[in-house]
């Protein structure tokens, strides 16, 4: 969802989001976590810090939002 955001494409973005909630919510019946739901707010505000550019300080790499699986 965030790489899909980053290349420029929000409402692609957002797609995702929807249908990992469908899958969610019809198979084993669970709502996504909310560092998922986080994460679909701030694409909907397209929040700066979300940019790949936001994302590099001094060279450094600041810290991503918390993805599945990781």
């Known amino acids: 969802m965030l790489a899909v955001y980053r290349a420029g494409r929000q409402a692609d973005a957002l797609g995702v989001f929807r249908r990992l909630r469908t899958a969610l919510c019809d198979d084993p019946g ?9 994460l679909e707010a701030s694409i909907l505000r397209h929040e700066p810090a979300l940019d790949l550019s936001s994302a590099l300080v001094a060279g450094h790499e600041r ?8």
Do not use: N, Q, S
């Open 30 to 38: 669970i709502e996504p976590t909310p560092v998922l739901r986080d």
């Open 63 to 70: 810290r991503e939002p918390p993805m599945p699986g990781r």
